[in-house]
Nanobody
Framework: QAQLTESGGGLVQAGDSLRLSCAAS????????MAWFRRAPGKEREFVAS????????YYADSVKGRFTISRDNAKNTVYLQMNSLKPEDTAVYYC???????????????WGQGTQVTVSS
């Protein structure tokens, strides 16, 4: 079973940048596709970005395309989400997910972290 631990969230102003990290343990990291999802208050869980097992393919939600970048370092068992030009509507709890299926839907991923809060003030 994989364990995922997110870090890097915080309170920033609109236009600022943050980098989220997700450290994985318990399984061979490169066996898993990785993704970031988020849940804003009062809203459903939303896909943000995903990356294939060796990082060759990435997907992004339209709302973050051009501003966010997902990457992974298999040697460090870590996936990252670089978030630039943050907007108040990016405010949410961000969750890291791992799965043997690669996609943009939450049910493709078997393992989930506890989440890290990102708050963007206007």
């Amino acid at each position: 079973q994989a364990q995922l631990t997110e870090s890097g969230g915080g309170l920033v102003q609109a236009g600022d940048s943050l980098r989220l990290s997700c450290a994985a343990s318990g399984r061979t990291f490169s066996d898993y596709a990785m993704a970031w999802f988020r849940r804003a208050p009062g809203k459903e869980r939303e896909f943000v970005a995903s990356i294939s097992w060796h990082g060759a393919i990435t997907y992004y939600a339209d709302s973050v395309k051009g501003r966010f970048t997902i990457s992974r370092d298999n040697a460090k068992n870590t996936v990252y989400l670089q978030m630039n030009s943050l907007k108040p509507e990016d405010t949410a709890v961000y969750y890291c997910a791992a799965g043997q299926n690669f996609g943009t839907t939450w049910y493709a991923y078997e393992y989930w972290g506890q989440g890290t809060q990102v708050t963007v003030s206007s």
